[in-house]
């Protein structure tokens, strides 16, 4: 039998419809509600602002607990916290929450991370030992810039393999702002191959993921197993495997935590220096150096170390330091932000040959500078020419 998915309690639902309408940010207040429950040991959450409890006690239990959390986690957790007991209207002296911060230094709370970002040879070397499913991915966040929970929400239907543009809606974006990206011609055909490759991993998935099962079970289909498969049923009608392809139109049909463990796995493989972690001493769970926001990072970079029109390039990778207005205007010119990002995507190539001009440009250096220095000669030849005129003249006056 599947595992059935947590529980969602109404007195956290109703709070969090209050708070946003995004799915990914509800499921991360979500996730540290429940953390502070479960540190709490409060096992029924609907009872908890009905009962007579000390909440400015609790949150204190709760900071002691965490006090050995990175301060980035301890700062989100009270921030989240916060305003889910302010919605539900319990409300902790400022002094208190200011004094929970100062404990252990949290207002200097930072992301303290020692992350890398790869070089195109570098990823092009980590993609050989990769399947086609992280492949694919690895690829595409590498030249679109997408950040990993927009692409594993993309659809068949957001991309356009013929112009090589991918339409990001406001409800999948991290700014909530709709965008356009695009990829290389590399991506492309990857993109081509992992479409036939896809409806194989979509017709296995369902024996090998747990992810899968539930999300079905959650839309009201019934799972049973026989032997060694797992059979869909909806209505008492047994859903073949066609149909199961059709009901699962991401282009990456998986959980960000199967790309993780994908991405995790690739890392090792590779070996060093991609299965280096940092050595943030503060972080229980030590991460690896090399993690999917570092193909984010490396576009950007990518991009940086051109003439591309930088409104351009934050526009298409969707960083908020643009006025709506400006976003308003790239959005009714498409093809001006794919003029750009095609002109100067080689900066992008991962597999295909890049000549090497360092030769090239030593020369033309060399000879810039040997042409600057004829011109100053002829420069100086001139003068000198019209010094020696101006000397015959005055000679033939003298006569």
């Known amino acids: ?21 995004k799915p990914r940010t509800k499921a991360t207040y979500r996730s540290y509600i429940n953390l502070y429950f479960k540190l709490l040991n409060v096992k029924n959450p609907e009872t908890y602002f009905t009962s007579k409890r000390d909440y400015t006690k609790d949150v204190w239990e709760v900071a002691e607990k965490i006090e050995n959390m990175p301060p980035k986690t301890q700062s989100i957790l009270f921030t ?34 020692d992350d890398a970002i790869p070089t195109s040879n570098q990823l092009k070397r980590l993609l050989q030992f990769a399947d086609p499913k992280i492949k694919t ?13 927009e692409a594993l929400q993309l659809t068949w239907d957001n991309i356009d393999l013929n112009t090589r543009m991918v339409k ?15 990829f290389t011609e590399e991506t492309k055909e990857m993109l081509e191959i992992w479409q036939k490759e896809r409806v194989r991993f979509i017709a296995n998935s369902m024996n090998k993921s747990i992810f899968v099962r539930n999300k079905l079970e959650a839309q009201g289909y019934t799972i049973k197993k026989s032997g060694d498969k797992w059979k869909i049923y909806k209505g ?9 392809i059709k009901l699962e139109q991401r282009v990456f049909p998986f959980s960000a935590q199967t790309a993780t463990v994908s991405w995790n796995g690739l890392l090792e493989k590779a070996g060093e220096p991609f299965n280096k972690k940092d050595n943030n001493t503060r972080l229980k769970h030590p991460r690896y150096r090399y993690h999917f926001h570092s193909l984010r990072k490396f576009w950007f970079r990518s991009f940086q170390n051109t003439d591309a029109n930088k409104n351009h390039i934050d526009f298409i990778g969707g960083h908020q330091s643009l006025l709506d207005q400006t976003y308003t205007d790239f959005l009714s010119q498409p093809e001006k932000l794919k003029d750009t990002y095609d002109k100067f995507s080689s900066c992008l190539l991962i597999f295909e040959t ?7 440009n030593q020369q033309l250096a060399e000879r810039n500078a040997e042409m600057q220095d004829l011109k100053q000669t002829i420069e100086d030849n001139k003068i000198q020419i019209l010094e020696l005129r101006v000397t015959i003249q005055e000679l033939k006056n003298g006569k």
């Open 1 to 21: 039998m599947a595992r059935l998915p947590k529980p969602k309690y109404e007195v956290i639902e109703k709070t969090l419809n209050k708070i946003t309408k």
């Open 80 to 113: 989240v916290v916060k305003r889910f007991l302010s919605r539900n209207d319990v409300e902790i002296k400022q002094r208190d929450w200011e004094d929970i911060a100062s404990r252990n230094e949290l207002k200097r709370a930072y992301a303290i991370v």
């Open 137 to 149: 991915l690895v690829q595409f966040l590498s030249t679109t810039g997408c950040r990993i929970h």
């Open 168 to 182: 990001i809606s406001a409800e999948i974006s991290k700014t909530s702002r709709k965008r356009y990206t695009f």
């Open 236 to 244: 008492g009608k047994k859903i073949d495997k066609q149909d199961l």
């Open 354 to 360: 890049q000549p090497d001009l360092t030769d090239i």
